[in-house]
């Protein structure tokens, strides 16, 4: 899996949900990283979803990327989940946080 990955599905009510994933270092201009221009793409290209799961797996990175994508999930009229699969570190807990629910197993980690 790359380290930043959409895919896009529906629900049972036909309504278009995204599954964003962020398993990498979020950095911007390096190879193997989550960088917010990317992420601003694929969240243009599907305005009309109703529902985001980011799926987070990420020790952190450069904060200014992370406030980035922060806002524009903030931003994004769907209702937002933010899955904890592993880490959420430093400028990836941001990221998290600008869900409208967190789902955090015990055996995860947010800091």
């Known amino acids: 899996m790359k ?3 959409l895919t896009t599905g529906t629900n049972d ?3 278009k949900v995204l599954d964003l994933f962020v398993y990498g270092v979020i950095a ?3 190879s193997d990283t989550v960088d917010a221009a990317e992420i601003a793409k694929a969240l243009a290209a599907n305005k009309d979803a109703k529902a985001i ?3 987070i797996n990420s020790v952190g990175g ?3 990327d992370g406030l980035a994508i922060h806002n524009m999930l903030d ?4 209702e937002i989940t933010a899955h904890i699969d592993g880490l959420a570190a430093s400028s990836a807990s941001l990221i998290a946080m600008a869900a409208d629910k967190i789902v955090a197993p015990e055996n995860t980690f947010m800091v």
């Open 75 to 78: 931003n994004h009229p769907a």
């Open 53 to 55: 799961t980011s799926h």
């Open 62 to 64: 450069d904060v200014f």
């Open 13 to 15: 009510a036909g309504d």
């Open 3 to 5: 380290v930043f990955n």
């Open 28 to 30: 911007q201009g390096w």
